[in-house]
């Protein structure tokens, strides 16, 4: 059973490498791109359309897309039924929500053009049925197909960036455009995949009692959406009003060095969060939970230190001249990045034992420290300010849901060496802003993490690569 556990994790993270890799490779390469053509107030503009669809959506929704996963797992003689429902929540709050807006644009408080509007509208649209039909192929184990539909994505933003950005030349609108191609067609392709899906939809045989324990559920996810946004964008907004549009672009390209460190634990967590709910074990007695959770860390350490020591050249390489202070945030990001990681992974742990209030609640306190400290650095010391305030954050909510796990799940962590290896992450980024960008102390800090973390790198190497040579012979 062991064994099953650890493929069945290894196979599904394959799976959602394949899904996600392709679309998370494509914006960091399309960066150059993005910096040439346009402006960093048309970016800027662009990724506030984006920013504000990524908070609405979970509200727009409900977040029941979140509770189409956990419940298809659970009851999987109604799944179709489920889905209905999810299907029904979901057009119902994107009609309301349409008509909201027409009326919030005619009131002119945000000075928008009328067709940013038009975009938001559809980008939310586009993300609450990707998320419902993605999560409700993976509910019924059709990883490979929710794969397939990333590729999907990927190719369809690929033509549509090409064609509007660098042959039709329309900037900021085939820009906007391109956001919603892609993954309208990717929620084609999940439609298409769902079986018997026009029966689910009319289906309505869901009873009260399922219904209420569904949006229970899920209620407090949205509450942890609204405020894991906060964490993660709300600085944006902060950066408009305290300094520009320019600034907010500077600092949205900043984010795409780190998108390398996302890429690749996303692809994990996507996996985990499967296993999280399947194999839930209070004792934790084969140490499955405990095991996984340390090589995730030590992994997003180790990498986080080295794409910092890599900052400054891939900035050099990515980033337009307009852009290249960018670099600036980016290393502080990529910190963030690690602790939002091991977040996620903690929440999976609550979802799988549907104690949802508890992520809800240690997310709230982080974003209301992230405002906190928003107000005072900003103006202070501008949008690295922002960057500074979300690894604080997001390092809360980490070692938050840590402390509430205690309750739930019995983990054998380290938790004294893990904060020495993020200190030394934190004194990799101090050496960065020295003369010659301090590429001696930064190596150092590195020796030491790998020399921590030695017997995490021996296990992996053993148990991938030393057992693949073995076979090739």
Not at 101 to 127: C, R
Not at 239 to 268: A, E, H, M, W
Not at 398 to 410: E, G, K
Request: aromatic share 14%; proline share 1%; charged share 15%.
């Amino acid at each position: 059973m062991k064994k099953n556990k650890y493929n069945d994790l290894k196979k599904n993270t394959i799976l959602f490498t394949i899904s996600s890799f392709s679309s998370k490779i494509l914006s960091f390469l399309l960066v150059p791109l993005y910096t040439s053509v346009l402006s960093t107030a048309d970016y800027g503009t662009a990724d506030m359309v984006y920013t504000t669809s990524s908070l609405i959506v979970f509200a727009v929704a409900l977040n029941i897309s979140d509770a189409v996963l956990r419940y298809a797992i659970d009851i999987k003689d109604r799944q179709s039924n489920i889905l209905g429902y999810g299907f029904r929540v979901t057009i119902k709050g994107n009609l309301i929500f349409a008509i909201l807006v027409y009326f919030f644009s005619k009131l002119n408080i945000i000075e928008w053009e009328g067709y940013l509007y038009i975009f938001l509208v559809l980008h939310v649209f586009v993300s609450s049925f990707v998320n419902l039909f993605s999560n409700y192929l993976r509910a019924i184990d059709k990883i490979r197909e929710v794969a397939i539909s990333g590729i999907v994505a990927t190719f369809f933003t690929i033509i549509s960036n090409i064609v509007f950005l660098v042959v039709l030349k329309i900037g900021i609108v085939g820009y906007l455009i391109s956001m919603i191609v892609g993954p309208l067609f990717s929620l084609l392709y999940c439609m298409r995949t769902c079986d018997n899906l026009f029966v689910a939809l009319k289906e309505n045989k869901i009873d009260r009692k399922l219904r209420n324990e569904m949006l229970i559920y899920c209620l407090p996810l949205i509450l942890n959406g609204i405020t894991w946004w906060i964490n993660s964008s709300l600085d944006k907004y902060f950066i408009v009003g305290y300094c520009n549009v320019s600034d907010n672009g500077i600092y949205s390209v900043s984010q795409k060095i780190p998108t390398i460190l996302t890429t690749f634990s996303s692809f994990f967590l996507q996996a985990w969060n499967l296993s999280a709910i399947k194999e839930f074990d209070r004792e934790d007695k084969d140490g499955f939970f405990s095991n996984t959770y340390n090589f995730l860390n030590a992994g997003l350490v180790i990498l986080c230190s080295s794409i910092i020591l890599c900052n400054i050249p891939l900035a050099n390489i990515l980033y337009g001249k307009d852009f290249f202070e960018a670099w600036k945030c980016s290393s502080w990001l990529l910190i963030s990045t690690v602790f939002s990681a091991i977040s996620s992974y903690e929440g999976s742990i609550f979802a799988a034992c549907k104690k949802s209030s508890i992520t809800a609640i240690s997310t709230v306190v982080a974003a209301s420290i992230n405002i906190v400290l928003n107000f005072i650095l900003i103006p202070r010391i501008g949008i690295q300010g922002a960057a500074i305030a979300t690894v604080i954050s997001f390092m809360s909510v980490c070692f938050l849901r840590l402390i509430c796990l205690r309750n739930v799940i019995n983990m054998r962590i380290n938790i004294f060496r893990n904060c020495f290896t993020y200190c030394l992450l934190v004194a990799q980024v101090i050496f960065e802003r020295t003369n010659g960008y301090g590429y001696l102390g930064q190596i150092g800090c590195m020796i030491i993490i790998l020399w921590i973390y030695r017997d995490y790198i021996i296990l992996f190497v053993k148990k991938n690569f030393l057992k693949y040579r073995n076979y090739r012979k």
